[in-house]
């Protein structure tokens, strides 16, 4: 459990060294947000995943790496996460902004998740793999994300209602339905 702050992948670090490619923009110094943005944050994303398989023991070449493999990432991951998700009996399970500090671990936002996937399956064909063997497409990863989704919805009292299974919801905080954008982790600016 060693929270290694090295280089936390999903961040917006300017450590791309590779040259950003495609259309090769003479002035790349505009500050605008660029619709070049998603593809620049796909390739750093595409780099870190093939960082991870670099160092993955036993080694582990794309063409092996399965859904289980995309699980074993995003668990990595977690460790750089901002986002504070409540154990069910922290006193503060089912609360968006807890008044105080609370020893629940920080993991990655569920939209983060949700769009790095989107990201690496995309480079994925793009760098070549067949769609048929897309581990980011597997079953377990949709799935996994599903999961987190509900979990990080209980937990942080949001709800996410898009298609939500009908189901006998226990005493827990219940009321504190509110829409929130999953994205911005605002709300975990606090510092452990
Ligand atoms: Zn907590």
Request: glycine share 10%.
């Amino acid at each position: 459990m060693d929270t290694n702050p090295d280089s936390p992948p999903s961040d917006t670090s300017p450590n791309a060294s590779s040259c950003p490619g495609g259309t090769g923009g003479a002035s790349s110094s505009s500050s605008a947000p660029s619709p070049s943005r998603y593809e620049a944050q796909k390739r750093r994303d595409w780099n870190t995943f093939g960082q991870y398989l670099k160092n993955h023991r036993p080694p582990l070449s794309l063409s092996r790496c399965s859904g289980a493999h995309v699980l074993e990432f995003l668990r990595y991951l977690d460790q750089f996460g901002k986002t504070k998700v409540h154990a069910q009996m922290c006193p503060f399970f089912g609360h968006p902004n807890p008044p105080a500090p609370c020893p629940c671990p920080l993991r990655q936002a569920w939209g983060s998740l949700d769009a790095l996937i989107g990201r690496l399956r995309a480079a994925y064909e793009e760098n070549g793999g067949k769609p048929e063997a897309n581990p980011f497409g597997a079953r377990a990863v949709r799935l996994y994300l599903r999961e987190v989704r509900e979990l990080q919805a209980k937990a942080r009292g949001i709800s996410y209602e898009k298609k939500k299974r009908k189901k006998p919801s226990q005493g827990g905080g219940g009321g504190s339905l509110q829409e929130h954008q999953p994205q911005t982790s605002s709300s975990s600016a606090g510092a452990t």
